[in-house]
């Protein structure tokens, strides 16, 4: 028989040992309790401020920002890099047949920029450097007085791995975040397909792999799809709000804001959340990396007059001089041009390059910050002389001197130069390692140095040494000596 015995109020709350038992807290937020008293409340103590006047506002800190502009330009397949940057030594020792070699036009037209740089001033590249960008105020003469004038180099000399296409994937390309800190943490890596550096496999980077523009460095930095609709930077901040506030009503009741690193865990989570909303606004890539939405650099050049890379270029290594990226890693194809035409093919490709450092220098200026960057190949051509050829540097058909490039050779500096820009004053005095046959112009490398891995990690090691004043970071260093490629930082190293 079932007897039914009717209960009170008293009977219900009680859980005695005669009444069944009642819920633990936890069993209560199990059951859902918590949830569904924050969703009915959360709007009002987000409406009446509750909920910033009980834990307290987030506090999002500045960005941290590492000045000083850190890039790469790796020319694949080896071009006649003599007649570009060459030291002061191998200036020193310029024969009629050294130049020829080197396919410049010899020691009268040589022209030092800086401490151990030197240029041909009548070759594609040199004069190009000389020219500057287009509407510099104060034309060439104010740009070398100006800019060139705070320049040096310094470089590993020597053949330190095969020409063409079985150099490539030797590790000649890197990277430098994040032991260079940005706002963004990240490098820009500029159809740099080739295989890394063994130390800069794995690091933060967003890849541009297709034609060089504003659009599409900014796309990069864009939401996927576009921010559009109700997916915008409004809505966004919306979302952040409602989040913030969510893990603010829930930290008491879960206790985190009695943990230890839990009240900065939060705030460290709400200010990424904040961070979502400027990558929403459809402008962000664009402010970032179309120059003309950039005083200091539109009022450095006349845009009209740069070709869409060019302006690409001049954005994105600005924006790593001040900080908001990391390195700016360029790979340009096509190189082994032993055989082609001095002016349809060689002379073009040369002002390309020296264009870029162009856009580099310019972009350290407008920054008022210190730069360096990296120029490497896999292969090294040997010239016949040069060429007298009209070519175009940035609009203007001009006589130069043009390498006739004649085959495979040893090489000035395969494993890399680094060029520095000093806003303070002249570069500092770097070295050139290996030494130079004072016949032929070929050199033999340093084999306290002895291979381009550890060439590679001394010029990245030297960028960050110059930029930090003299300091490389520990985790810099850490990282190289890891991936085997920093044991001699005091040859490797050229500051």
Not at 334 to 363: C, S, W
Request: glycine letters at 12%; proline letters at 5%; a positive charge.
């Amino acid at each position: 028989m079932k007897i039914n015995v009717k209960k009170n109020w008293k009977d219900l709350v009680d859980s005695g040992a005669k009444h069944a038992p009642g819920l633990t807290r936890r069993e209560m937020l199990a059951r859902g309790m918590a949830t569904g008293a924050v969703s009915v409340m959360l709007p009002e103590m987000i409406a009446s401020g509750f909920i910033k006047q009980a834990f307290g506002a987030i506090n999002c800190p500045a960005p941290v920002r590492n000045p000083g502009a850190i890039a790469q330009i790796f020319a694949e397949g080896g071009p006649t890099m003599g007649a570009r940057f060459i030291s002061e030594a191998q200036a020193a020792a310029m024969t009629v047949g050294m130049a020829s070699n080197y396919g410049i036009s010899g020691q009268a037209n040589l022209r030092r920029l800086g401490p151990n740089l030197v240029i041909d001033s009548t070759s594609p590249f040199g004069a190009t450097i000389l020219a500057g960008p287009n509407g510099y105020p104060g034309g060439a003469a104010a740009w070398q007085a100006n800019v060139l004038s705070k320049v040096s180099g310094g470089g590993h000399l020597g053949p330190f791995n095969q020409d063409d296409g079985a150099g490539v994937n030797t590790g000649l390309v890197a990277g430098i975040s994040p032991f260079k800190v940005s706002q963004m943490g990240k490098d820009i890596k500029i159809r740099a397909n080739a295989t890394p550096a063994a130390f800069a496999r794995g690091l933060p980077s967003s890849s541009v792999a297709g034609a060089l523009t504003t659009a599409s460095l900014a796309g990069v930095f864009s939401l996927t799809p576009a921010a559009n609709g109700l997916i915008n930077a409004d809505a966004m901040t919306a979302a952040s709000d409602a989040s913030n506030a969510l893990a603010a009503a829930f930290s008491g009741i879960f206790k985190t804001n009695e943990r230890k690193g839990g009240a900065q865990m939060l705030n460290n989570a709400g200010c990424g959340f904040y961070g979502n909303s400027a990558m929403a606004d459809p402008n962000y890539g664009a402010t970032l990396f179309n120059p003309a939405n950039i005083a200091a650099l539109s009022s450095k050049v006349t845009l009209a007059q740069l070709s869409a890379a060019e302006q690409a270029l001049l954005a994105a290594y600005y924006q790593s001089a001040m900080g908001v990226a990391g390195g700016i890693i360029s790979q340009y194809g096509g190189r082994d041009y032993h055989g082609n035409n001095p002016q349809t093919d060689i002379a073009p490709k040369d002002i390309e390059e020296a264009r870029a450092i162009v856009m580099f220098l310019a972009a350290c200026e407008a920054a008022n910050a210190k730069g360096a960057m990296i120029y490497t190949s896999n292969g090294q051509a040997i010239a016949d002389g040069a060429l007298a050829v009209t070519a175009n540097i940035g609009g203007v058909a001009t006589a130069l001197n043009a390498p006739v490039a004649a085959g495979d050779a040893g090489g000035s500096y395969n494993a890399g130069l680094i060029l520095f820009y000093n806003p303070a004053g002249a570069g500092p005095q770097a070295r050139f390692t290996g030494t130079v046959n004072a016949t032929s112009g070929n050199a033999v490398m340093d084999p306290a140095v002895g291979s381009s891995a550890e060439a590679m990690a001394g010029l990245y090691l030297t960028a960050l040494s110059f930029i930090n004043n003299g300091s490389i970071p520990a985790n810099a260093l850490n990282a190289f000596k890891a991936a085997g490629v920093a044991r001699n930082t005091a040859a490797s190293v050229l500051l």
